[in-house]
């Protein structure tokens, strides 16, 4: 084994309990936008790819894993908690009928 870091060395940074399904928001000192909410979707085999998607499912961010620990390091992205869950299709379909049956009255 030689010299300089390891693949696995900066993962041992990357907090423990961010894994498939974490949402995370990222706040990019460079975006004048809002903070982003995402969700992490996928790692790579060897860890050194990460894609995080928007609520519909669309890539909000795809990175190295050092840019994902250089992200945490500066603040620019944190662990959070999952959104709050919107109605289903059919939820709010049934909604509009029982709206619509009232108004009929």
Known sequence: VGMGSTP???AA????????GSWVQI???TDKA???LAKLHFISQLK????FVDRHGKPALDCSQAELLRLFQS???AITQAPAAEPSLFDRLAEG???KLGEKR
């Open 8 to 10: 696995d060395k900066p």
């Open 13 to 20: 940074m990357i907090p423990v309990n961010l894994k498939i």
């Open 27 to 29: 706040q990019r000192k």
């Open 34 to 36: 809002g903070p982003t």
């Open 48 to 51: 050194t790819r990460y894609l």
């Open 75 to 77: 603040n620019e992205i």
């Open 97 to 99: 009928v029982v709206n």
